[in-house]
């Protein structure tokens, strides 16, 4: 069988080594021609090798109207996530949903590491599961973005976590309803649906106890809540609550996992506090990169000043619901969003390279600057990685300008 490797960037890379350790047959293809120029050239694709091609192993930025996946079966197209599900003999917990899956799986996969249990937290977090040799007493915390399920065929989850669900992604997806059941996609890959937990509002807005029965077993939103102050979690609830029926289906201890919440995972550039100048905190979201998760974030802080920036993915300003302790919004020219729909001041830049001195001008008057970006970074940035990085470097330098 020979593989085709759509797409090179660090999924594609990692594609590539594990077929190499499974001495499987393959080509690659990147529409970025810079990135195969070090790879030897008999491995790299030709329209006219097509045929010869038996699976398309596709990294998730790919979109589906590419125009070789626009001639290739579908069936035939699978994810590196397809790969590791088909050899890995661990316990395989797969979680989504629009926003918090990234602090979810470090969560958990955190949780279980300090309890003596060996995990690896994988997938969308910027890690291939291809990465890890795990055995089959490793927990896989995978999270899965909407782009993976989209093409994944054959997963095997023992235990599924559906967070939430909230409009994104409808520059890659043609609709909401294919975005809807490309995350529903989870729930057909679970061994048992006792094994799904469902985020607290998540099966109202989906309807999903018309495709699946609750589990009669699952501990209650009303039992935890009664049990546990989840004002004292450093989570958002929503985290908090999933978090705690994962740990009851995993049959751990309760009153452990409370008391992991109230420590605080300082997750790089998702609601990361790194700085203070002057009493001002300086916190780097730069993973935020859709509406809603810019709502939660501004729920989380006071009198502060919000940052935003990227590419909105076609949802309109009226998805963006700011708690009003965001007193002012700086916002790239280019966002193109509704200035009357913010009950705030608001500064409309000419590029987010100008930022420096605007918040070097501003921060004083905050308590809170906020650097939560609601789009995409791929406009100025290679990814939200590298536009984190950017803002810190930005407050870093404020940092040494201070007596």
């Given at each position: ?48 090798q097509l045929e010869q091609v038996d699976e398309i192993i596709v990294s998730p930025g790919i979109k589906p109207d590419h125009k070789l996946l ?259 919004v700086i916002i790239p020219q280019d966002m193109n969003l509704d200035q009357n729909l913010f009950n705030c001041e608001v500064e409309v830049i ?32 290679e990814n939200y990685i590298e536009r984190g990085k950017f803002f810190k470097s930005i407050v870093k330098k404020l940092k040494g300008g201070q007596?």
């Amino acid at each position: 069988m020979k593989s085709l490797i759509l797409g090179y960037g660090k999924t594609g890379q990692s594609v590539k080594k594990y077929l190499d350790t499974m001495s499987k047959e393959y080509l690659i293809h990147d529409d970025n021609l810079d990135l195969l120029k070090e790879i030897n050239k008999e491995l790299v694709f030709k329209e006219s090798q097509l045929e010869q091609v038996d699976e398309i192993i596709v990294s998730p930025g790919i979109k589906p109207d590419h125009k070789l996946l626009k001639e290739f079966p579908e069936n035939n197209v699978i994810t590196d996530i397809d790969l590791f599900s088909n050899v890995f003999e661990g316990t395989f917990i797969g979680v989504t949903g629009t926003n918090g899956k990234t602090t979810f799986v470090n969560l958990l996969s955190n949780f279980l590491n300090e309890n003596g249990i060996e995990s690896i937290a994988c997938g969308n977090v910027g890690v291939s599961p291809l990465e890890f040799e795990p055995n089959q007493n490793t927990y896989a915390v995978v999270e899965l973005s909407s782009f993976q399920l989209f093409y994944s065929k054959n997963l095997k989850l023992d235990f599924g976590v559906f967070l939430n669900f909230h409009s994104d992604h409808l520059d890659w997806h043609k609709d909401l309803e294919e975005y809807k059941n490309a995350k529903i996609k989870l729930l057909s890959f679970l061994k048992s649906s006792n094994n799904l937990i469902i985020g607290t509002n998540t099966l109202s807005s989906l309807k999903l106890e018309n495709i699946i029965g609750v589990p009669s077993e699952e501990i209650s939103n009303r039992e935890i809540t009664k049990k546990f102050d989840f004002n004292l979690s450093n989570y958002p609830i929503d985290t908090s609550i999933a978090f705690i029926k994962i740990v009851d289906k995993l049959n751990l201890n309760l009153e452990d996992a409370y008391k992991f919440l109230k420590n605080e995972l300082n997750t790089e550039h998702r609601f990361e506090n790194f700085a203070n100048i002057n009493g001002t905190r300086f916190i780097n979201d730069s993973k935020s990169t859709n509406f809603h998760s810019v709502s939660l974030a501004s729920e989380r802080v006071k009198n502060s000043l919000l940052i935003m920036h990227g590419i909105t993915k076609n949802v309109p300003t009226s998805e963006l619901n700011l708690s009003n302790e965001i007193k002012k919004v700086i916002i790239p020219q280019d966002m193109n969003l509704d200035q009357n729909l913010f009950n705030c001041e608001v500064e409309v830049i000419k590029s987010i390279f100008e930022l420096e001195e605007i918040v070097k001008k501003d921060f004083h008057r905050f308590e809170t600057v906020l650097f939560s970006c609601g789009g995409s970074s791929f406009n100025d940035f290679e990814n939200y990685i590298e536009r984190g990085k950017f803002f810190k470097s930005i407050v870093k330098k404020l940092k040494g300008g201070q007596n």
